[in-house]
């Protein structure tokens, strides 16, 4: 079975810094997605990035953007120019490419933006 | 747009006490799941749901059941409800076109059912 780890229970950031939140995962197969969620204070789960295991290069989506290591099974979100809209739990959930696996998610990094 | 509706929003059982959480959608997706949300734990999926007509068990299945009679809607129920069963559900969809990796893998979230049982 695929398991995701967030190793980082919490972190802070001070506004405009960039923070990285990390993420590893255990699978056995050579196919998959990655993503990262957002879930703010309201509660609301909202898709914040995607990577797919063929694609080398890394995805970006403004602000945020991953780094992919796929020998490591790696997968680390960046977030630079930190606002205080980016306050949230994040997690890290992973798709396998077989079947009709659905998504498991990460225990969750809970990121406090300071002003 | 209407999106993933969950009702209710909030409920508060006795132990032993049975409910159902609805969950429908308006996108015409074909996946359906129920997560559950605990402090620490993240996630969970409890059942999904692939198609009408189709159940499939998740992590944590016990004391669950559910049901998708119909594409847009899946039912989680609580026969006997426990104390351990106090969470936040979340229900979601997504399309799923593998073949064609369309949007592949992105939920649709609920706003979450708050259930607290004494």
């Known amino acids: 079975a695929q398991t995701v780890t967030q190793s980082q229970p919490e972190m802070s950031v001070q506004e405009a810094e960039t923070v990285t939140l990390s993420c590893t995962y255990d699978t056995s197969e050579n196919n998959y997605y990655l993503f990262w969620y957002k879930q703010p204070p309201s509660r609301q789960m909202i898709l914040v990035i995607r990577q797919e295991a063929y694609k080398q290069q890394n995805a970006t989506e403004n602000r945020f953007s991953v780094n992919f290591q796929k020998a490591a099974k790696s997968f680390s979100l960046k977030i630079s120019d930190s606002q205080l809209g980016d306050t949230a739990m994040y997690f890290c959930a992973f798709m396998g490419d077989s079947g009709n696996t659905p998504l498991v998610f990460g225990k969750g990094t809970r990121l406090s933006v300071i002003a | 747009n209407a999106g993933v509706t969950q009702t209710p929003k909030f409920r508060v059982l006795k132990t032993g006490q049975s409910m159902t959480l609805l969950c429908a959608q308006d996108?015409?997706?074909?996946?359906m799941y129920w997560y559950r949300q605990d402090p620490g734990m993240g996630l969970r999926l409890i059942h999904y749901?692939?198609?009408?007509?189709?159940?499939a068990k998740g992590e944590v299945p016990d004391g669950y059941n559910v049901s998708r009679l119909k594409k847009q809607n899946f039912l989680l129920g609580l026969e006997s409800a426990a104390p351990s069963q106090t969470s936040v559900y979340f229900c979601?969809?997504?399309?799923?076109?593998?073949?064609?990796?369309?949007?592949?893998?992105?939920?649709?979230f609920g706003e979450g059912s708050r259930l607290t049982v004494l």
């Open positions: 979601a969809s997504s399309y799923e076109d593998r073949g064609r990796w369309i949007r592949a893998g992105e939920l649709f």
């Open positions: 996108m015409n997706h074909e996946y």
């Open positions: 749901s692939v198609g009408e007509g189709t159940t």
